[in-house]
């Protein structure tokens, strides 16, 4: 049961896996796993709005996934683009605004515009806002983090010595939302898979058995109930920080 005298995560950030192997148990093709997972985003994103959680962001297409067979990539770039346009409309009326992080040069051209055109109409979206990682990878996006800050060093604009945990955080895909306070992965496996490698660092893990395509509100209720439990204790001694209490960024 949920508890309603503690605070909802403010940022859920989700591994969706175990499409391929929900589809393997049923004796289909992994491409009806993957269908079946992009049908349970829009469910997973309502009820966490609903619930007032801000920020969801969700690991649809890692920089590694760029290396499976090229028909499966196809059909998650086709099942990426359907998703899009067929749920821009109902984003728009329930406040949800569209963003992403990754490397999205890399995703088909049309796809690209979609989304794109998709995160302009939905910016001004109140309820939460729905973070896709697509080509994303984490060992890249701080590549990417280290060239902007080269750079800024480069131009005069930064001195070395004034580089901090600001700077750099703030050279990240995510500069704009806060860490996650839960992670949750699902399909059972003890990883992070390249994901959110700094943004994860504070962040409360839950590992459920269950695969992707059966993720449904009783789950994603089972994990805030167990979140609500855990004791944030962010190196201290004893659990004086209040929820809302985020780590201060030290230089
Ligand atoms: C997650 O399911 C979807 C993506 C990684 C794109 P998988 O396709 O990884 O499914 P499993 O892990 O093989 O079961
Ligand atoms: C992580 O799942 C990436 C996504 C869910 C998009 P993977 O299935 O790619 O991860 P590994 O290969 O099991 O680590
Ligand atoms: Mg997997």
Same mark, same amino acid.
């Given at each position: 049961m949920l508890q309603s005298t503690s605070p909802?995560?403010?940022h859920i950030a989700i591994i969706m896996d175990g499409n391929g192997r929900w589809a393997q148990e049923r004796g289909l093709p992994r491409a009806f796993g993957h269908? !079946?997972?992009a049908e349970r985003v829009k469910e997973i994103v309502e009820h966490c709005s609903d619930l007032?959680?801000?920020?969801?962001?969700?690991? !649809?297409f890692s920089w590694e996934n760029w290396e499976r067979p090229e028909e499966e990539i196809h059909q998650l770039m086709r099942l990426l683009d359907e998703f899009i346009r067929r749920e821009t409309p109902d984003m728009l009326k329930k406040g949800i605004r569209l963003q992403s992080i990754g490397r999205i040069d890399h995703l088909p051209e049309d796809t690209v515009q979609h989304l794109k055109q998709s995160i302009k109409e939905t910016a001004g979206g109140k309820k939460i806002c729905l973070t896709l990682a697509l080509s994303y990878g984490s060992r890249q996006e701080i590549v990417d983090a280290v060239r902007t800050v080269a750079g800024q060093v480069k131009s005069g604009e930064l001195n070395p010595k004034d580089i901090d945990e600001r700077s750099i955080q703030q050279a990240l895909y995510t500069a704009d939302y806060p860490d996650p306070d839960l992670l949750v992965r699902t399909s059972g496996e003890l990883r992070?898979?390249?994901?959110?490698?700094?943004?994860l660092s504070y962040t409360e893990i839950y590992v459920t058995e269950k695969n992707w395509p059966d993720f449904d509100i009783v789950e994603l209720e089972k994990a805030i109930t167990e979140y609500q439990k855990r004791d944030r204790r962010y190196g201290k001694t004893k659990s004086t920080a209040k929820e809302s209490e985020r780590i201060s960024l030290r230089s």
């Open positions: 909802v995560p403010q269908r !079946a997972g007032g959680v801000k920020y969801i962001t969700m690991y !649809a992070l898979s390249n994901f959110l490698l700094w943004q």
